[in-house]
């Protein structure tokens, strides 16, 4: 059985996804406004390994989708959930350079929601799951 375009558009998305946010930190690609430079070691640590786990949950969700293994679709609704609150903080601190007012906090969410509440609904179909039940029987 074949993959829908969908589903294996998606499954890429999160590899290429998931393997950028691996590097991004060692590129030193990461958060480098001025409040977050002040932070202690710990704190950075901190905002990295979080990033990192979400990251390395998308990369491993896209292979599996490759493979048509139902438990990756599981594994992609967990992590496209935690991006979006992860991204759309530092998508509003990125904006602002700094400490983000309520608007662009709000719009950062916003377009979170939109960006990430798409390649969650494609996971969440009941087309997806019918797909990947049959896969694995």
Known sequence: MNMTKALRITAFYLIISGFIGTIWPLLNLGPNHQEFEVQSLAYKLGSYSGEFFI??????????????????????????????????????????????????????????????????????????????TKRSN
Do not use: D, H
């Open 55 to 132: 990251s390395v949950a998308l990369l491993v969700s896209g292979i599996g989708l490759l493979k048509l293994k139902l438990w990756a679709r599981k594994v992609g609704l967990v992590a496209l959930a935690l991006a979006f609150f992860y991204s759309g903080n530092a998508m509003a601190w990125g904006w602002a350079g700094g400490k983000p007012s309520s608007n662009i906090i709000l719009y950062s969410y916003l377009a979170c929601f939109v960006w990430y509440g798409l390649w969650f609904l494609i996971l969440y179909r009941s087309s997806t799951i019918a797909q990947l």
